[in-house]
């Protein structure tokens, strides 16, 4: 009778032990795992060395290859512009004409003076050959042979000094027609007609001729930049072209491409106190005068190479506070985000100096909704298009 409550006591601390360890044992059972995340599909591309070219961008300006002013030579009035100012003229076409009536005076003048000397030296001539033949004979002295032989003399100079003069009348004649001394475009006239002009004066200038084809092409390169360059060279990082032949190309105001590409053919050996740059000359072909002095360009220096460079395209690049990083796929199927530093632009696509390696998978397409650690999967550009076209609805039956 005394064994019953016992055994009961028993089975209920028995039950109660067996709820415990039940409980505790859903206690720490783990959720069950849920699905894996969905990898984002993307586009990369895999960075390799390659030998790219160098561009360095820069400002120019258009100069004349050949530029002179147009000077009048001899003072007087002016009679007539015979061009149309600002259009191309032609070498040796008439630009303006002096009053030529002074002149032909001077001219006519001065070829009077010659012939009166040259009547002079054949009088003299013939007293010299008439007094001669009696000097050797003894017949005329010697002081009269002596006289005639001077006056001889003073008459071949007489003739001699009014030719010359002569000689520059007719060349002042002559400037009195001011004509183009090559082909190009002439400016506006400085003096209008009916002004007169003082040769050597400041009212001598009268125009300019500007030669248009060939082109120069004029840019500046800082110091700075030439120390850059210099060390980058030193260091194997760039290769500067055969022979220094450096090539230009241009980019006008509207944004179009010069269809024609110069070469460089001056550099100046020292710098410029005021500026601390030098200038660089480029000569281009200009046959339809597109180009005009004073124009403002965008040049491209080109030539030189950049070789075993990282080039990833510019678009897989992005700016951040912290400054530039590109998505990589690394060897698990992780989007990791890399810092870099960017060098020049080769077109649409950018050289890596610092951050990359040879081998690296650039995503170039499908990371703006990545983040670091992402898992992503790599498709062709052609997959990437294909999945971003919405679904074709169905066709009714």
């Known amino acids: 009778m005394t064994l019953l409550p016992r055994v ?84 040796g076409q008439v630009l303006f004409l002096l009053d030529k009536k002074p002149f032909i005076a001077a001219a006519d ?40 032989i001077g006056n001889h003399k003073t008459a071949e100079a007489g003739v001699q000094q009014a030719q010359a003069n002569y000689d520059k009348a007719l060349l002042d004649l002559s400037y009195t027609t001011i004509i183009a001394p090559f082909s190009g475009v002439a400016g506006q006239a400085l003096m209008r007609e009916g002004g007169y002009i003082t040769a050597g004066g400041s009212s001598a200038k009268l125009t300019y001729v500007a030669k248009l084809d060939p082109a120069w092409v004029d840019f500046s390169i800082s110091q700075n930049e030439q120390a850059k360059f210099s060390e980058e060279a030193a260091k194997g990082l760039i290769i500067a072209p055969k022979n220094q032949r450096y090539t230009v190309e241009l980019e006008l105001s509207d944004g179009s491409r010069y269809p024609q590409a110069g070469v460089v053919n001056f550099a100046e050996p020292t710098f410029s106190k005021e500026t601390g740059t030098y200038l660089v000359r480029a000569e281009i072909p200009n046959p339809k005068a597109v180009l005009r002095p004073g124009m403002f360009v965008k040049a491209w220096l080109k030539g030189a190479t950049r070789p075993n460079a990282l080039v990833v395209p510019q678009r897989a690049v992005q700016q951040t506070s912290n400054g530039q990083i590109v998505f990589v796929a690394n060897d698990k199927g992780l989007a990791e985000a890399r810092p870099v530093v960017g060098g020049e632009w080769i077109g649409h696509d950018w050289i890596i100096n610092q951050g990359l390696k040879a081998g690296d998978k650039v995503i170039v397409d499908g990371f703006m909704k990545l983040a670091p650690g992402a898992p992503v999967k790599l498709v062709t550009p052609e997959e990437m298009k294909k999945a971003a076209q919405p679904a074709q609805p169905a066709q009714a039956k």
């Not at 006591?9 to 069950?32: D, E, I, K, Y």
């Not at 001065?110 to 009166?116: I, L």
């Not at 001669?132 to 017949?139: D, G, I, R």
Request: contains cysteine.
């Open 8 to 91: 009961s006591g028993f089975c209920a601390v028995v039950s109660m032990l067996l709820l415990s360890t039940t409980f505790l044992a859903g206690c720490n059972r783990q959720p069950p795992a849920g699905p894996p995340p969905h990898a984002t599909e993307v586009v990369a591309v895999t960075v390799q060395p390659q030998t790219v070219p160098v561009e360095f961008p820069i400002v120019a300006q258009i100069q004349s290859s050949h530029q002179v002013d147009v000077m009048a030579r001899v003072s007087g009035f002016l009679e007539k512009i015979s061009y149309k100012e600002g259009y191309p003229v032609r070498q």
């Open 109 to 148: 003048a001065a070829k009077a003076e010659v012939d009166t000397r040259k009547s002079q030296l054949w009088t003299a001539k013939a007293t010299l050959d008439r007094i001669k033949p009696l000097a050797e004979q003894n017949a005329a002295s010697k002081s009269d042979l002596d006289n005639a």
